[in-house]
Nanobody, 124 residues
Framework: QVQLVESGGGLVQAGGSLRLSCAAS????????MGWFRQAPGKEREFVAA????????YYGDSVKGRFTISRDNAKNTVYLQMNSLKPEDTAVYYC?????????????????WGQGTQVTVSS
């Protein structure tokens, strides 16, 4: 079994920054992909970013490229999402997810484990 616990969400003004963390436990993550998704009320779950644990390759959704950075800490089994230049449209619940298959995927259906989510609210 895998447990993912997000933290770091909150309320921030437009233009500000937040860093989300996702602590993983329960198994070795050397061969999986870790991703961040978000979902705003009434909208589809949207891909934000992903990182492959094996080689640090990363991939970003178009709406966050150049503003968000995904990274990982092997020793802590933790993945981070640094969010800069936040906009009101970034407001959503942010979810951490883990994929046990090979290769980064942007479709949430390819991810096997999910955290409980953390709210990010960006005020204008």
């Amino acid at each position: 079994q895998v447990q993912l616990v997000e933290s770091g969400g909150g309320l921030v003004q437009a233009g500000g920054s937040l860093r989300l963390s996702c602590a993983a436990s329960g198994r070795t993550f050397r061969s999986v992909v870790m991703g961040w998704f978000r979902q705003a009320p009434g909208k589809e779950r949207e891909f934000v970013a992903a990182i492959a644990w094996s080689d640090d390759s990363t991939y970003y959704g178009d709406s966050v490229k150049g503003r968000f950075t995904i990274s990982r800490d092997n020793a802590k089994n933790t993945v981070y999402l640094q969010m800069n230049s936040l906009k009101p449209e970034d407001t959503a619940v942010y979810y951490c997810a883990a994929r046990t298959g090979n290769g980064i995927r942007s479709n949430w259906r390819h991810y096997d484990y999910w955290g409980q989510g953390t709210q990010v609210t960006v005020s204008s």
